[in-house]
């Protein structure tokens, strides 16, 4: 794997941060960047209306630190000329590239002709591209599915048609709309692609560590790799392909990097919105983030039962303080002696040690 462009915009390392709605918002997007190995991020996906509309929602998604660029905005939505001026709200904001959603499988989205509704409907998606191709000078890429239907598979139908129009890079996450999340993606379809098309082609599904990675890009030759999921689980997980593709043993985060993370993360949500979504927020990462940590699941119940933010903040020390102690996480008040000694014994360097 190596350095692309799209145009001129270049993404090194080749790893995306796949957009997520409710997930990707400026400080998560800002923690990941930090983390490093993200080549480029992109918004959540933005409402066309509520953007042409002025809703204040819809125009702060279009917020990003500079530190991310590149950074692609993705707008999503059927009606054409909501589209283009969405397009132009974007370039505008300073976006590096404009992403169209052509994947969202959520009805409300579908029943407007948007997200993978356009998987169905090509000239409507020609007629969306090629408007919005007029409009904005920076590089048009586009986000599409497999296809609508299980039994009409048209990615690569699709990628041409968006390439005819002037689409810059094409992402296939290779489900269909009607699979929703289930079953495994389908990478061959990513190959078939890049093999029908000349501009940029990256792969999303299913990643979360650095085999899984290369191995999806051996077997497609593919230019990006985009994670979304995965980035939850194990935000390192960019630096480590990385290191991998530069030699470097890929980096091992510690506790300490662990602890870190969660409290940065906080800090960033806390300066970004007001109280109550920030510990939403972080309360779903640290539910993604400590999966397979020691005490992990007793820490998510805890976290799941602080509404604010001293507290969280309180039982975050104390969790990670516990688990370099070397003793079994309880909770408030942490574990009695009795306790402990029922608990299967954990040493500190095990606990120092489990995988994100
Ligand atoms: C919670 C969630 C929200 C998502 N929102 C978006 C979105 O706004 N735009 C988009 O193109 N894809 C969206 N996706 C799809 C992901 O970008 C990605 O293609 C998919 O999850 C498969 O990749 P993964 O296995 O690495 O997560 C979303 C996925 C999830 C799980």
Redesign the pocket.
Known sequence: MKPFKIRDVLISPPLVL???????DVAFRGLLKRCGGVGLT?S??ISVEGLTRNNPKSKRQMRFYDYERPFAV?I?GGQAERMRMAAEMAEEVGADLL?I?C??PAPKVVKHGGGSGLLRDMPRLETILTEIKKAITIPLTI?IRAGYYDNNINAVETAKLAEACGVEHI?L?G?TKEQG?KGR?NWDLVRQIKEAVRVPVSG?????NVEEALARWRETNCDGI??????MANPWVFRQIEDTLAGRDPFQPTLADKRNLLLEYFELLREDMPELPAIGRMKQLAGQFTRGLVGGSRFRQVLYHSHAVDEILERIEEYFETVAAGRVYVGEGEATADEAAESPALDSCEAATVEV
């Open positions: 796949s957009p997520m709605a409710g997930v990707t992109v959540e996906f993705q999503f992403d959603n994947g969202c986000k992402a996450h489900r999340y993606a999303s599904g299913d990643v979360t985009l994670i979304g999921r995965g980035a």
